[in-house]
């Protein structure tokens, strides 16, 4: 795990607001010292401190949580769209054209033009833009455009001329989006062509971005399909280097050593079990209701079984992305049979990882639970894509849709759960995360705030084999955000989303209102590790 920020010898009072604290739920006020937090209580005892401190903040009734952690991020990608072609508010093809057409004159110099984000279908007519639209609207340069699952992309025909044999690999087909191999192939082209100091402004821009949203620590999903090991080892370079959200590193390759050599916690993160159910390469028991087909294997139960028994016995964590339900069917049976070979204590210590895991049956989360396997997911998934007339439901059929994304039984049934973004795929947007676990657009498959909450904060740590943070307690990391909110709020225990209690007597620290159409609150200050890394202009 790395971050720039080494722990500050600084002892710091923070006093006025609500800490979110188990310690005291009725705190207000806490002390940090040498990069942990050393106390947390009431505004009375706090008195106590004031003396000896370097410096006291006054909170001005403001809320103090953890540091929310994403589970699953793609750094420089996420950098590139901030600072790039972003199209995911496009609102119709002739609007992307007209956005693809205005980023090209901004941008005489660059080598390959990138961008991300549109998603047909959200247009009217419902078809991605062709080869020669592209063409015509970038005035035949290189264009690389990822759809908004980055599972498939559109080119324009100047890149697929500097990837040599492209036309015969998998996954092309003559203006339809790029799949398979021949995507990994032209996307591999399109990053290629960008500068270190193109890489290193992106990856600056991603992290300053989820420091002003309150994000603590990324677990950044590398890999050779997905960028490259410069980027990678940059990444983890500059994260070290400087202040800033604190970087882990997940490196998806059946190559073990290759894993431990760039300094990944794990072969894990977006090693491919399938690909996304917007592109069709989901890998399903049945056909999707709108093709002919039921999506593309990549790993098989054997594959993921060598894999998993090579992390387990080299003290790696392994880990797959997943997303339909025959590939997590064969993730879960192939973990299974490395546990019949190295032991299930073993498997359940190295806390394997399953990405996405979108499409699960009572027997894969029985699986998860009994294997001690992570479940990193994303909620905002299913608000972008859920419902009777979503995107799942063009997929997969209103009936199938519906299974989606059951977090709540896959809590019931004991899988730890760490929520994540996929950025870019979805927005770095850690409160509007909790509220889609909390408001799913299925109400069965929805869980508490508390547990949404705890899934995007102390779930991440977890999720790296950390217990002992993600927490406001004595002794835990200083990664903490600090808030304007509206009112704090106690869920009731007995209910999942409709009922409230504001009961002092519950013992239960309050979070915010996150009804929907309530503000989402702001984040006003973010530290890790004692060291402030974000503060709100104006603060």
Same mark, same amino acid.
């Given at each position: 795990m790395s971050n720039g920020t080494a722990p500050t010898s600084r002892t710091v009072l923070l006093r006025g &607001?609500?800490?979110?604290? +188990?310690?005291?739920?009725?705190?207000?006020a806490m002390v940090v010292e040498r990069g942990h937090v050393a106390w947390v209580g009431s505004e009375g005892a706090a008195d106590a401190f004031a003396e000896g401190v370097d410096e006291v903040v006054d909170l001005e009734g403001?809320?103090?949580?953890?540091?929310?952690?994403?589970? #699953?991020?793609?750094?420089?990608?996420?950098?590139?769209a901030l600072t790039g072609l972003d199209l995911s508010g @496009? @609102?119709?093809? &002739?609007?992307?054209l007209d956005r693809i057409r205005d980023f090209a004159a901004a941008r005489p110099g660059d080598r390959v033009l990138l961008g991300h984000g549109w998603d047909a279908a959200r247009w009217p007519g419902g078809r991605p833009p062709t080869r020669e639209e592209l063409d015509k609207a970038t005035g035949g340069r290189p264009l690389y455009l990822s759809r908004v699952d980055v599972h498939s992309a559109v080119v324009t025909t100047a890149l697929l001329d500097l990837v040599p044999g492209?036309?015969?690999?998998?996954?092309?087909?003559?203006?339809?989006?790029?799949?398979?191999? *021949? #995507? /990994?192939? !032209?996307?591999?082209? *399109?990053?290629?062509?960008?500068?270190?100091?193109? $890489?290193?402004?992106?990856?600056?821009?991603?992290?300053? /971005?989820?420091? =002003?949203? &309150?994000?603590?620590?990324? #677990?950044?999903?590398?890999?050779?399909?997905?960028? =490259?090991?410069?980027?990678?080892?940059?990444?983890?370079?500059?994260? @070290?280097?400087?202040?800033?959200?604190?970087?882990?590193?997940?490196?998806?390759?059946?190559?073990?050593d290759k894993a431990r050599e760039l300094g990944a916690l794990g072969a894990a993160g977006d090693l491919f079990a399938d690909g996304s159910l917007g592109s069709h390469t989901?890998?399903?028991?049945?056909?999707?209701?709108?093709?002919? /087909?039921?999506?593309?294997?990549?790993?098989?139960? *054997?594959?993921? @079984?060598?894999?998993?028994?090579?992390c387990t016995e080299a003290g790696l964590q392994a880990g797959f992305h997943a997303i339909g339900d025959a590939a997590v069917t064969a993730v879960a049976e192939g973990v299974r049979a490395a546990a019949e070979k190295v032991g299930l204590a073993r498997i359940r210590a190295a806390r394997h990882r399953v990405e996405h895991a979108e499409m699960m049956t009572e027997a894969t989360i029985a699986?998860? *639970?009994?294997? &001690? %396997?992570?479940?990193? !997911?994303? +909620?905002?998934?299913?608000?972008?894509?859920g419902g009777e007339e979503g995107m799942y439901a063009q997929r997969l059929g209103v009936e199938r849709a519906r299974t989606l994304n059951p977090f709540a039984a896959m809590l019931r049934a004991g899988v730890p %759960?760490?929520?994540?973004?996929?950025?870019?795929?979805?927005?770095?947007?850690?409160?509007?995360? !909790?509220?889609?676990?909390?408001? /799913?657009?299925?109400?069965? #498959?929805?869980?508490?705030? $508390?547990?949404?909450?705890t899934a995007h904060t102390r779930g991440g740590w977890r999720a790296v084999g950390r217990d002992d943070a993600g927490v406001l307690v004595p002794g835990a990391p200083a990664d903490y955000a600090v808030w304007h909110t509206g009112e704090l709020i106690v869920q009731a225990p007995d209910d999942r989303v409709a009922r409230w209690s504001t009961d002092?007597? =519950?013992?239960?620290?309050?979070?915010?209102? %996150?009804?929907?159409?309530?503000?989402?609150?702001?984040?006003?200050?973010? !530290?890790v590790g004692g060291e402030t890394v974000f503060v709100r202009p104006g603060e």
């Open positions: &607001g609500e800490v979110h604290s +188990p310690a005291d739920p009725f705190a207000t403001a809320l103090v949580t953890p540091a929310f952690t994403d589970a #699953h991020v793609h750094t420089t990608s996420t950098g590139l @496009a @609102a119709s093809l &002739g609007v992307a492209v036309t015969a690999m998998t996954g092309f087909a003559a203006d339809l989006p790029l799949t398979g191999d *021949a #995507h /990994h192939a !032209v996307r591999a082209a *399109a990053f290629g062509a960008v500068t270190p100091a193109q $890489r290193a402004e992106a990856q600056r821009a991603a992290r300053a /971005h989820a420091a =002003s949203v &309150g994000i603590g620590t990324l #677990h950044e999903c590398g890999g050779p399909h997905i960028s =490259s090991e410069d980027d990678f080892t940059g990444l983890l370079r500059l994260a @070290a280097e400087e202040p800033g959200p604190r970087v882990v590193g997940y490196w998806a390759e059946q190559d073990v989901a890998c399903l028991h049945e056909s999707y209701a709108d093709a002919g /087909h039921s999506g593309t294997p990549y790993l098989d139960a *054997a594959a993921v @079984a060598a894999h998993v028994t090579a699986a998860f *639970a009994e294997l &001690g %396997l992570t479940a990193s !997911v994303q +909620p905002a998934f299913d608000a972008f894509w %759960l760490a929520f994540g973004s996929d950025s870019p795929v979805t927005p770095l947007d850690p409160w509007g995360t !909790v509220r889609a676990a909390a408001f /799913h657009r299925t109400p069965g #498959h929805r869980v508490s705030v $508390r547990a949404a909450f002092p007597r =519950s013992g239960t620290p309050g979070l915010p209102d %996150l009804t929907p159409g309530s503000a989402l609150p702001v984040c006003l200050r973010t !530290v």
